[in-house]
């Protein structure tokens, strides 16, 4: 795909916003037809750019997770260590997201679990077998005080 123009930063920006805001609409914000907002967004999509859509849970519901942070300090920071172990984390649906970091930690991680039982097993299971892991340092989250929020939220 082509560079982002201001067109597609805007589309953009205004998903993160809120995803579901209907073609229509969004075509509205942005000046075009719906059918070109939609092919823009088809694109994006393909080509990676939109690599999904989320739900943002309330902390309360009966299905809330506990975030856990997860500082990882590997033993080299070579490429072929750092590729295999961005290939390994891929491999986990239980890692939710994972930074390549500056400072004290090479790999900032986030997990969400149920309980300290569920985050012993993902620690014993995973966390601890990938490869050229040196050091993991975990924090478990009180809750969250901001997460990205849907139009018109405060």
């Known amino acids: 795909m082509a560079a982002l123009d201001t067109i597609d930063r805007n589309i953009l920006r205004l998903l993160r916003l809120d995803a579901r805001m209907s073609n ?6 942005v ?6 907002c939609l092919r823009r967004i088809r694109l994006m999509e393909k080509a990676g750019v939109i690599r999904g ?13 506990i975030a856990v942070i997860i500082n990882i300090t590997l033993e080299r920071q070579t490429e072929d260590h750092l590729d295999r172990f961005e290939a390994a984390v891929r491999r986990h649906p239980e ?5 390549l970091m500056t ?10 679990v149920a309980n ?3 985050f012993e097993r ?18 478990f989250s009180i809750r969250n005080v901001l997460a990205t929020r849907p139009r018109g939220r405060r």
């Open 116 to 118: 300290a039982g569920d």
């Open 122 to 139: 993902i620690h014993k299971e995973i966390l601890s077998a990938l490869p050229g892991v040196q050091r993991i340092h975990s924090s």
């Open 53 to 65: 859509y989320t739900a943002l849970v309330d902390t309360g519901s009966a299905e809330a997770t």
């Open 103 to 112: 400072g004290g930690s090479d790999y900032l991680l986030r997990v969400e």
């Open 24 to 29: 229509a609409a969004l075509a509205a914000e």
């Open 31 to 36: 000046g075009l037809s719906p059918s070109a």
């Open 95 to 99: 890692i939710r997201e994972c930074f």
